[in-house]
């Protein structure tokens, strides 16, 4: 069973990119994310890192993190309802409860929730995607001159992360298939397994690395460059999306305020930003290029030859066998097969050239 937050090669854009190209592509929402509190604006980054995440090929860890980050910021809204009480429009009076005190339920305070909420959804989805998109061997391979005990530790977080979360599936797999009989597993015998699962793993992982000699400080040899075209197309993105960001929170467009009274402000800055950040979810989108177009027309000026093969003949050949022989093997039928559709002329079988 494959986490959903697992690393797959892929060839698309995003995952054929450097790692830094990658991340400041991804870096460049999560930043908008931060800098923002416009549910619009938001709103927006959330839809572009979905975007991204699905044409990128990362659908199930696109789920999974909505999932996720959705349940996270309802519990957000939860919290800040009953623990602010700032608002002028009071939706019910909840009374004095034990350590809360006086509550009282906002509407201004469920509104600065949903803002924060979607602040930390839009995160996680980026760094999801993030997980699922980004080979972390390469990010070890470009960290390690900088800093290489910090890379090997955040590239065995990026693998150990959804081998946990495998774990905890087919643990909870497991549980459901011991039968009607059996006594139900709670969540807490589940936590206590999988963590001491984990601890198991790490400490193998720990003899390993020690045996392969990672804690010596052996000599490095020179990193080879792999350079990619679609770099240059995500730096340009992230670049574009932090300059209008920045632009927009100095002209404005983050005109945003929950208290005393609700006011969302869809001036012209704020829709600017909304769709140069929508825009950019479209960065991981393949394009024909024009090599490929010309490999698959014909030269100008030339015609397809002209077949006496034909896919009739080519089933009649498969019906029927040739007279005086045994009939047509799997390898001569396929190769008939084959030349009857591309319209060739079907090659001579081996059979025939031993006779000839």
Same mark, same amino acid.
């Given at each position: 069973m494959r986490s959903p937050f697992a690393y797959i090669p892929r060839r698309g854009p995003l995952q054929s990119a450097r790692p830094g190209a990658a991340v400041a592509y991804l870096g460049a929402l999560v930043v908008v994310a931060f800098l923002y509190s416009s549910p619009p604006v938001l709103l927006a980054a959330g839809v572009a890192a979905c975007l991204a995440g699905r044409?990128?090929?990362?659908r199930s860890a696109?789920?999974?993190?909505?999932?996720?980050? @959705?349940g996270l910021a309802l519990l957000i809204i939860v919290v800040n309802a009953l623990v602010v009480d700032r608002g002028e429009t009071v939706l019910a009076r909840l009374g004095d409860l034990p350590i809360l005190g006086q509550v009282d339920i906002t509407l201004e305070a469920i509104v600065a929730g949903v803002s924060i909420g979607l602040r930390?959804?839009?995160?996680?989805?980026? %760094?999801?995607?993030?997980s699922a998109c980004v080979d972390p061997d390469r990010v070890l391979r470009a960290l390690r001159p900088i800093a290489a005990r $910090?890379?090997?530790?955040?590239? @065995?977080?990026?693998?150990?992360?959804?081998?946990?979360?495998?774990?905890?599936?087919r643990l909870r797999d497991a549980g459901q298939l011991r039968g009607p009989g059996a006594a139900a597993v709670g969540k807490?015998?589940?936590?206590? #397994?999988? &963590?001491?699962?984990?601890?198991? #793993?790490?400490?193998?992982?720990?003899?390993? &690395?020690?045996?392969?000699?990672? $804690? @010596?400080?052996? !000599?490095?040899?020179?990193? #080879?460059?792999? !350079? $990619?075209?679609?770099?240059? #197309?995500?730096?340009?993105?992230?670049?574009?999306?932090?300059?209008?960001?920045?632009?927009?929170?100095?002209?404005?467009?983050?005109? %945003?305020? !929950?208290?005393?009274?609700?006011?969302?402000? %869809?001036?012209?800055?704020?829709?600017?930003?909304c769709a140069v950040v929508l825009a950019s979810g479209l960065a991981p989108l393949r394009g024909v290029s024009r090599a490929s177009r010309r490999r698959d027309l014909p030269p100008r000026g030339s015609r397809r030859p002209r077949s006496h093969f034909s896919a009739d003949s080519a089933e009649k050949c498969e019906r029927q066998p040739r007279p005086g022989a045994r009939g047509l093997t799997d390898r001569e039928r396929a190769r008939v097969l084959s030349a009857a559709r591309h319209g060739g002329a079907a090659p001579p079988s081996p059979r025939e050239e031993h006779r000839v």
């Open positions: 044409l990128a090929g990362a696109v789920r999974a993190a909505l999932r996720m980050g @959705l930390a959804a839009v995160t996680m989805v980026a %760094f999801c995607v993030y $910090s890379a090997l530790t955040a590239s @065995l977080v990026s693998r150990l992360v959804p081998v946990a979360a495998a774990d905890a599936a807490g015998a589940l936590a206590r #397994r999988l &963590l001491a699962g984990s601890l198991d #793993r790490a400490v193998d992982v720990a003899a390993t &690395l020690e045996l392969r000699g990672y $804690s @010596l400080g052996g !000599p490095r040899g020179r990193q #080879r460059r792999e !350079p $990619s075209r679609y770099d240059a #197309r995500f730096y340009a993105v992230a670049v574009v999306v932090l300059a209008a960001a920045i632009l927009g929170k100095v002209a404005g467009a983050d005109d %945003f305020h !929950p208290y005393p009274t609700i006011h969302i402000g %869809f001036g012209a800055a704020t829709l600017a930003v």
